[in-house]
């Protein structure tokens, strides 16, 4: 089970991309994603076959609103030992 | 003003690294630093050159506990045109 | 036209890694891809929905090798306006 | 010994952001540093001590070249049990 970090960013469309980040927002809604919008990308949780099924649904996002060149990041941390879920880190990184 | 997402990997300690996430977490505490613990990463704010001095203050914490290489991403979102924040990008997509 | 820069870190299986980058080239190889080997990961072109779809084929290679845990980054740069091609940025930047 | 892979993507400033890499080009030349331009990114050598603080050197280029927000991407491999040379891994894989 992983979860997927997504950072699209548009060039050259301003120094304000929001719009863009709130349209990826309301698509994962739409899907009934499992994620969290965080300061440098929405973290996805879901087995990789569903997260780049819907990697492939989002992405498509920014160059429907217009943007001719995107820079994306995606950072996925794959675990198959045992299952993955948002704030799971954070709570046993805290415990410590 | 900059967020800074740190994320160290290190290769060969086995599976689970919460350890050497947590003494990260205990170096930018000791500093007084303003950053968030999240999924894949922690996020740091300041200015550009508070953030690369922190980060070389607290790069060495992963081989002083042993690992001999590490896998470090780093993502830097610096504007000069405005204050940033951590969990301000967050209001401001909700908000839309 | 979109280049998409792979790097997987398997973590837990020593610090040497060459293993699972071999056996990702050969995949590669055998999909007649167009790609590069880099320093810091593997540099394929093609369109967007042909570079996703190969990433769902070489993405479980480590874990057939036996690794329980990778953290993988991708980096894509995706533009709509012209053709990419492995090569052309650095020849660009270099004529300057 | 590490490796560092910078990539500077300056928001707002059009989709062709040659001129920036080739003024960080000129910069690491005058610096002396050991590096390759590649497709995603410019690769560095050197122990991470120097690369931090080669790091701080060019790191406000893009912003006196005018960008207001850059996003930077960094990828850092860095190995304390041997040597580490540009070029090397590819090498080593090669090979297998």
């Known amino acids: 089970m992983a979860l997927l970090q997504l950072t699209m960013v548009p060039m ?16 994962l809604e739409a899907e009934k994603a499992v994620f969290h919008l965080q300061d440098m990308g929405t973290v996805i949780e879901g087995d990789i076959s569903y997260l780049l099924k819907l990697l492939g649904k989002i992405y498509e996002t920014p160059f429907e609103q217009g943007a001719v060149r995107v820079v994306t990041n995606i950072m996925i941390d794959d675990r198959r030992d045992r299952a993955v879920h948002l704030g799971d880190k954070i709570v046993s990184v805290t415990e410590r």
């Open 12 to 27: 050259g469309e301003g120094v304000s991309v929001g719009d863009y980040v709130a349209e990826i927002k309301r698509r």
